[in-house]
Every structure is written in C-alpha cells, then in structure tokens.
C-alpha cells in the first residue's frame, strides 16, 4: 500500500542519513516543527459492529461443541473485548465472563464497580455479584444454571490461578482444560474489519515514526527520540509505544535502559506501535545517524534479504515454521548462527498480532501450524551482533487467498527508512 500521509516540510523530503544529517544542523525548533506539521488521523476508523461480535460468539460456540465443552470462562482482558466489547481496567476485583456452549452468556461483577461495569455491558443481562463469597461460587453456580456442570470448562489464558485453584476446591469432579482451541481458534483468523483497523494503526504509526526520525540530532538521548515520538502520536490523535535505542544496544531485541547518546555513525532503532479500537501496529525501522558504515550496509542488506524471503515463504498451506526457516537460512548462510546462537538471529521471525502485540500463532521452529487467510504476523527476522550494533526491519503482513500483503511498504535501502 502507497504512504498516503506525504512529508510536508523540506527536511522530510530528504531521505535517509541526508535528512537525518540536515535536521542536526537545523535549528532546536525543527523538532517541535515537525510534529506540529501533524494533523489528526483520526477519521475514518470503524469501530468492530455488534453483528460482528455476534458472529464471533456462534463461531465460539461452535468451537465449543467441537472441543465438547459445556462453557468458556474469561476475566477482563483483550478476549473479552474481542467477544463483547467490554473493556474493563478497573480495581483488582473479578469481572469475569461465562460463555455457555446454549443459553444466556453470564457475568460476575465486583459489587463496588457494579453500577459502572454494568454501562459497560452491552451482551447478555444475567449480571451477578459475589458480595462476600469467592466469584468462584457465583461461577460455580452459572455453570448449574445453564446446565454444563458435568462438561469441561475452558480457561482463557487471562485467567488466575486463584480462580483455576478456587474451582477445583468447589467442585472437584469439574474438569478444567486449556480454552486455546476456542479463543484462539476465532481471534486468529482477521476479518477485513480488523485488518482495516491495523492498517490504520499501521499508518498513524508510519507518520509517527517519519516525523520522530526527522528530529534526530547529535547528543539527544534515546529519551528525547521517546519523547519527540511519543509527542507525534498524540499530535496524530493516538496513544502509542515506542522502544528506541541507539549504537551497540541495538544488538538487543528489547533495547537496552542504560543512557545512551546519539553520535554520528550510530545506529538507530525504534520499534513498537499503536492501537486503533484496540488492534494493534508494530513496526521497526533501523537507520543510521550519518553516513553508515561499509559493515553497517553489509548487515542491513542482509537483514532486508532476510525480511523479503520470509514474505515469499508466507503462503497460505506453508508452516509457520517454514517462514522462519526460509529467513533464518539466509542469515546463516551468510556466516551467522547458526540457528538461534548470536551474532545473528535470536528470537523467531515473527509473532501473531491483532488485540495484542504478540498473540497466536508464531513463525517459529517447530511450529507446524499451516497459515490460512485472515492470520496476522510480524515479520521481524534481526541480526544481532553484540559490541557492534544490530539490524531489525519489522513490517506486519495479512495472509490472503493469493499470498501476503504487507500493512507498510518495506524499508528500501539503510538510508531510505520508509517505502
């Protein structure tokens, strides 16, 4: 997909270690300009409808019958969200969900944020308050009332052990499984509503991260470079994340929280995103501050090399596991590793995202999983070399029937951060 949100001031049409170069000699108030050149890229963005969500409560019931479970029980968290749209990040008190495979769905509600929670319900009328018994009575009970005590119960990953520990005393002859196959098996398949709200968050993060890279100056702290990020999003009429990190401590996945300045020849990295009704972006860009390096390029031109046969190999039927094998053999081939031993790659090539960051399925060894249309993945192999500097490019991809399609247009070239 084309960028759509073009450069607006002279600096930003310069590309790479030139702009980055022509930012650090411009005056301290190049910075505030150029996140004040943002406008909101609020509009458009629509919401996930009722109907939807209705669609996906059948489609977990299905899964239900299939997996002969008599109900799915979830606390707050991004699952609930997915299935009814409550969101919750109130006192440390239950709110709790029961999904039967037939009947009403029901809810356990803290009695002191009763009267809130319930404005924040919109599926379902059967709301119940533990007062001074554990919600796992109140649980206990539902599970009677709709007639699916003697089945399994499924537990959503979100949910405490307190709770799993709290049921098993209650009720020792109720078995408790793994409720993966149900939550997972609806939420990591995207419909087109879902990716179009990652598109957008993919490019309100693209603008962020173009607007934060054309304040980069000598001396500023991976603090500041937050900061001028951070500042961008908002300007952009979003919440967002970033993890930035300069020179050597970018050979660390997560980045490093030693105090670091920025110096010419540096590397540098940002990584992270943001979230549109609750769908996430998550996208790294690695430049150089200044004219990079002959072993700098070397390294980067691999990474890309990388980063482009793992798209190729991401076609629906392959393994997951084929995906990050396809990258990590370039990579190897080209000295590093092998397999995940530093320098070189790490971690796996890439994870599942929607609600969250990092969610079902990974490209990783070992995972045979086939992709279908409709899941979601970064695609994220990096090169770390320690003492030296390390190279990530990340860009998200949707798999469709006739193969990947990227939510941001690929790096180019080291000193061309953005397609």
């Known amino acids: 997909m084309m960028d759509k949100y073009p450069m607006r001031r002279r600096s930003f049409l310069l590309s790479g270690a030139a702009a ?14 150029s996140i004040r050149s943002l406008s909101p890229m609020t509009a458009g963005v629509k919401p996930i409808t009722r109907e939807e969500r209705l669609q996906r409560l059948e489609k977990a019931r299905q899964l239900m019958r299939a997996n002969n479970l008599g109900a799915v029980f979830m606390t707050s968290g991004s699952s609930m969200f997915y299935f009814t749209g409550t969101q919750w990040r109130g006192s440390g008190n239950t709110l709790g969900l029961v999904i039967p495979t037939q009947g009403e769905l029901a809810w356990v509600v803290p009695g002191s944020d009763e009267a809130t929670i ?3 319900i919109s599926f379902g ?3 119940r308050t533990p007062g001074s018994a554990a919600p796992e009575k109140i649980i206990a009970q539902i599970l009677v009332d709709r007639q699916c005590a003697t089945k399994k119960l499924g537990l959503e990953e979100g949910v405490s052990f307190s709770i799993f520990d709290g049921l098993r005393q209650i009720s020792p002859s109720l078995e408790m499984v793994n409720a993966d196959p149900v939550t997972s098996g609806c939420r990591v398949i995207k419909s087109p509503a879902e990716i179009a709200l990652m598109q957008h968050a993919t490019d309100v993060t693209i603008a962020a991260y173009r607007a934060g890279l054309a304040t980069l100056r000598e001396g500023m702290t991976q603090i500041d470079l937050r900061r001028n990020i951070t500042a961008a999003y908002t300007a952009l009429g979003f919440r967002g994340n970033v993890a930035v990190s300069f020179g050597e401590y970018t050979a660390f996945p997560h980045g490093s929280i030693q105090p670091q300045k920025l110096k010419i020849g540096d590397v540098v990295q940002i990584d992270d995103g943001c979230s549109v009704d609750g769908y996430q972006s998550d996208v790294t860009r690695t430049v150089v501050f200044g004219k990079p390096t002959a072993r700098q390029k070397q390294v980067w031109d691999l990474e890309h090399k990388a980063q482009a046969a793992a798209f190729a190999a991401a076609k629906p039927g392959a393994t997951c596991e084929s995906v990050d094998a396809a990258a990590r053999n370039v990579i190897t081939a080209a000295g590093f590793g092998p397999g995940y031993k530093v ?4 971690h796996r090539t890439g994870h599942g995202i929607g609600l969250d960051i990092h969610e079902w399925t990974y490209l990783v060894k070992d995972n045979k999983t086939p992709l279908q249309p409709g899941m979601c993945f970064s695609d994220e192999p990096m090169i770390a070399i320690y003492g030296e500097f390390g190279i990530r490019l990340e860009d998200c991809m949707y798999i469709t029937e006739d193969g990947p399609q990227m939510f941001s247009n690929p790096s180019p070239s080291i000193d061309q951060p953005f397609g």
């Open 20 to 33: 980055f170069t022509q930012v650090a000699r411009t005056q301290s108030t190049a910075a505030p300009d």
């Open 118 to 120: 319930r404005k924040e």
């Open 125 to 127: 009328t059967d709301i």
């Open 343 to 346: 320098p070189g790659l790490p």
